[in-house]
């Protein structure tokens, strides 16, 4: 698979650098160990998931997460997993078949309204389990399941005691959930065995600047150097998806390096505009966009407080800003640094900062 392909990759082969994070996960997943892939969006996380199960070489069920709700919605993810795992797929039908409420169909798994999901999920796994050796579950973008966060953890403690060959890998942004997961409580079900973390960060300059050449060298395109460089400098921060597109757009579809990088750039707005559109459902649009508005730039604490109140017209509470920063770092879309809070991903800042109102 070419670097500028712009799916996730499936192999360490199509993989550009990140040997150590295969390394290490390949080294979890052999010894029943369950890991949890960290980092913004776009850096590769579903790539290393899935080049890491499969350098480790068993069967793999992967499950996407992105815009699932409820134990319902996990249950219809799991059974699209193992639908798209040709390899567990024969084993494991019967056993579909065989749970109530169940029904597996040319187009996937389908679920009646009893018995509760819960328990059919974890007869999913079960049936999951039933092979000889290992299998791997990706559970891919986790923190989607927090409001069920109950269901799931207790779920993944039944695996945890009964079924010691199913290993899962987990990947999502940093807080939320993902924290209940890595830091759990005395209380909750996964004290004890929580997964081990793998931070997936940008890739350096240098690293940037090679992965641009070597992508465009499969494609015999032969591109300035220095235009590779500016629009790394500019827009695309070694966030290896922009990369991606960006090369994309150079090798494939033949743009100069000046129209790629505005289409990245475009491209990433938009996918941007989904991410705070969907991140403000249900929360107060007004002082969420002010924060959002203000953080293009890094800002301490009490700066932010002052910028929120600008735009609300009275200074919010201290437990109003903690609600708004916890808010948003659970997203992923804000992070602390030494020089305080602001947006990592320079495709959320270049949207925020062009968009005159908050998207709907
Ligand atoms: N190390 C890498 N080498 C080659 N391509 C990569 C690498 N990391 C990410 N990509 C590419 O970047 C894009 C985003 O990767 P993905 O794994 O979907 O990221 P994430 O799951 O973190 O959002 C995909 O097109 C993928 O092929
Ligand atoms: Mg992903």
């Known amino acids: 698979m070419p670097l500028f392909d712009l799916t996730p990759k499936e192999s360490r082969r199509a993989l550009y650098g990140r040997d150590a994070e295969v390394d ?20 590769g996380k579903t790539s290393l998931a899935r ?42 039908k019967e056993a579909l078949r065989r749970i109530e409420g169940v029904s597996v169909a040319g187009t996937g798994v389908t679920l009646s309204a009893r018995p509760p999901p819960l328990r059919s999920v974890q007869e999913v796994v079960n049936a999951i389990a039933s092979g000889r050796g290992r299998t791997v579950v990706i559970l891919d973008e986790v923190q989607e399941l927090a409001p069920s966060s109950g269901a799931l953890l207790k779920m993944l403690a039944h695996v945890f005691t009964t079924h010691p060959n199913v290993t899962f890998v987990f990947t999502g942004s940093a807080f939320g959930l993902i924290r209940t997961l890595l830091s759990p409580t005395a209380t909750s079900p996964l004290f004890g065995r929580s997964p081990v973390p793998i931070d997936l960060h940008p890739f350096d300059r240098p690293t940037s600047l090679g992965f641009l050449e070597r992508g465009c060298r ?7 150097r220095s235009a590779l460089a500016a629009a790394l400098d500019r827009s695309l921060d070694g966030i290896p998806g922009w990369l991606t597109h960006y090369g994309n757009c150079l090798a494939v579809r033949r743009m100069d390096p000046e129209a790629a990088e505005a289409a990245t750039v475009r491209e990433g707005r938009n996918v941007a505009r989904d ?16 924060a959002l508005r203000a953080l293009c730039n890094p800002l301490s604490w009490s700066e932010l407080r002052q910028a929120v109140g600008a735009a609300r017209g009275s200074p919010p509470n201290d437990a109003t800003v903690a609600n708004l920063v916890r808010g948003l770092r659970e997203a992923g ?24 109102r908050a998207p709907r």
């Open 24 to 43: 290490t996960l390949v080294r979890l997943i052999e010894n029943g160990r369950w890991s949890v892939i960290l980092g913004p969006r776009m850096v």
């Open 275 to 290: 991410e705070v559109g969907h991140f403000l459902i249900g929360r107060d649009r007004t002082t969420y966009w002010a």
């Open 218 to 224: 499969e494609y015999r395109l032969s591109v300035d």
């Open 333 to 356: 879309l804000v992070e602390e640094t030494d020089h305080g809070y602001h947006i990592p991903d320079p495709m959320i800042r270049a949207y925020v900062r062009g968009a005159r």
């Open 51 to 92: 080049a890491g199960a499969q350098q480790a070489g068993y069967p793999t069920v992967y499950v996407n997460l992105w815009g699932v709700k409820g134990v319902a919605g996990l249950l219809t993810a799991l059974g699209e997993g193992v639908r798209s795992s040709r390899s567990l797929l024969g084993r494991v």
